[in-house]
């Protein structure tokens, strides 16, 4: 019951902050222009587009099939369902529940550890900004963004400053990121950081043997146990050929996800770009996704689509009425295919979400 209440909660929340990030971003956009334009769009260009959208997921299911191979052979759609309800809830609630319920759906399923798969979710993120973050080079170099544009979005400001801020920031985050795989992958690094868990009981000195020994056992054992886990689902990245496929395959879920929105703007008016200038659109656009938002980006996927076509000289009412169209299209494959996912499964994903990794065996547990 608590978790139900948790769940309705949370959607109210996540429903009032997309309703005033929309009436944030289109206030200043006459209503009846807006939907004049959004009826004058062609909207059989969305089953393509759509289609497009699912190949782009298929890529990303036999990229995780490969980070998954070290510990767990899994077939097409013994992964393809997880990924799939994971970014549905990615795309309906906030929080990112997603990123927890992929590996939570695993484990009910495939007995695979929670830790282990957790793992394979973080290293396809880095394969994400690697790819997001060459393109974000490539569009500084190649496109032009006035300094006098400027979009002010409730407390952010649109600008080329900030573009510039988020991408440092981006940069910086990776570098870590990727430095900190790096060392949980290094044996010694392990072994030493293994060494240093289960002395800790040591320096509670203020305690008894008795206390020390059953908090070792109770909580370094089992953290130690976790912690190999999480490495082990690093294991493919020590391959360089395998690392090369994944980054490959990185390539082609974007180099797709940017043909998605090309196909989807032939049937909107106004939008007269080159594949090129909508691949800019949609780098900059996840840029700024990527800031604190609402649940499925509502209000800043907008914002940020708007700025990204002003650039390209495409007028407010036309740029605001393809973005918002475009976020529809986007997303609603994605939630129906991941419904469809959830029947098949049979598995509650809303519950597995929110608990995380509690019902996971002992071992697994701290």
Same mark, same amino acid.
């Given at each position: 019951m608590f978790g139900s209440k948790k769940i309705i909660v949370t959607l109210i929340i996540g429903l009032l902050l997309s309703g005033i990030a929309l009436y944030v971003v289109f206030r200043n956009i006459p209503l009846s222009e807006l939907v004049n334009y959004l009826k004058s769009v062609n909207y059989w260009w969305a089953i393509p587009t759509s289609v497009i959208i699912w190949i782009s997921f298929i890529f990303r299911v036999v990229r995780w099939q490969l980070l998954l191979s070290p510990f767990k052979k899994t077939d097409f759609w013994s992964a393809h369902h997880p &990924? #799939?309800?994971? /970014? #549905? &809830?990615?795309?309906? &609630?906030?929080? *990112?529940?997603?990123?927890?319920? *992929?590996?939570?759906? &695993?484990? $009910? $399923?495939e007995g695979v550890p929670f830790s282990k798969v957790l793992a394979t979710v973080g290293a396809e993120r880095v394969f994400d900004v690697v790819v997001l973050l060459a393109s974000f080079v490539l569009v500084l170099m190649t496109v032009k963004i006035s300094p006098e544009l400027d979009m002010k979005f409730g407390d952010y400001h649109l600008n080329k400053a900030t573009l510039e801020h988020i991408g440092i920031r981006t940069l910086q985050f990776s570098i870590v990121l990727i430095a900190g795989i790096v060392l949980v992958s290094v044996k010694q690094t392990q072994r030493f950081i293994r060494q240093v868990v289960l002395a800790f009981p040591r320096v509670l000195f203020f305690a008894s043997n008795a206390f $020390?020994?059953? /908090? *070792?056992?109770?909580?370094?054992? *089992?953290?130690v146990h976790i912690f190999d886990n999480f490495s082990a689902g690093f294991d493919l990245l020590k391959s360089p050929s395998k690392v090369a496929f994944c980054l490959g395959l990185s390539f082609l879920v974007w180099g797709a996800g940017g043909a998605s929105y090309y196909v989807f703007s032939l049937g909107c008016p106004g939008i007269n770009l080159s594949f090129l200038e909508i691949y800019a659109v949609m780098v900059i656009l996840c840029f700024f996704i990527s800031l604190p938002s609402a649940p499925g980006y509502w209000g800043l996927w907008e914002a940020g689509g708007v700025f990204a076509l002003l650039i390209f000289g495409v007028p407010k009412n036309e740029a605001a009425g393809f973005t918002l169209a475009g976020h529809v299209v986007q997303m609603f494959p994605v939630i129906m295919i991941g419904l469809v996912s959830a029947i098949i499964t049979g598995v509650s994903v809303v519950q597995v979400a929110y608990t995380g990794g509690e019902d996971q065996p002992a071992e697994e547990k701290v």
């Open positions: &990924l #799939m309800i994971g /970014f #549905m &809830l990615n795309s309906i &609630l906030p929080g *990112r529940v997603g990123e927890l319920a *992929r590996p939570a759906i &695993l484990y $009910k $399923k $020390k020994e059953k /908090f *070792r056992e109770k909580f370094c054992v *089992r953290l």
